[in-house]
Nanobody
Framework: QVQLVESGGGSVQAGGSLRLSCAVSGYTNSVHSIGWFRQPPGKEREGVAIIDAYADTCYANSVKGRFTIPKDNAKNTVTLQMNNLKPEDTAVYYC????????????????????????WGQGTQVTVSS
């Protein structure tokens, strides 16, 4: 089993920044990809960013140039740096893990990537006010 715990959410004004962290424990040697996903109010969960076993990353088009998964993460911790936040970024943010060496380095994350992730954290709320 793999456990994930998100932290770092909160409230910020538009244009501000937040840094989310995902602490991964359990069978971490088998985890090959970590993804960040979000669920805006009243909407379906969507992909935000993924880092794979090769340290390659992909992002949703809506966050490219604003959100980054640093490649020099601390052991068993994956962060999501969010800059220039917009009100439409308001959502519950989740980190998730999957086994298998799938490549996510194509720039744009594939649609419904969340369907391939088996382990999920509880989520952390991000609220961006205008």
């Amino acid at each position: 089993q793999v456990q994930l715990v998100e932290s770092g959410g909160g409230s910020v004004q538009a244009g501000g920044s937040l840094r989310l962290s995902c602490a991964v424990s359990g069978y971490t040697n088998s985890v090959h990809s970590i993804g960040w996903f979000r669920q805006p109010p009243g909407k379906e969960r969507e992909g935000v960013a993924i880092i794979d076993a090769y340290a390659d990353t992909c992002y949703a088009n809506s966050v490219k140039g604003r959100f980054t998964i640093p490649k020099d993460n601390a052991k068993n911790t994956v962060t999501l740096q969010m800059n220039n936040l917009k009100p439409e970024d308001t959502a519950v943010y989740y980190c998730a893990a999957k086994f298998g060496r799938e490549w996510y380095g194509g720039g744009t994350c594939p649609p419904r990537a969340q369907d391939d992730f088996a382990y999920w954290g509880q989520g952390t709320q991000v609220t961006v006010s205008s």
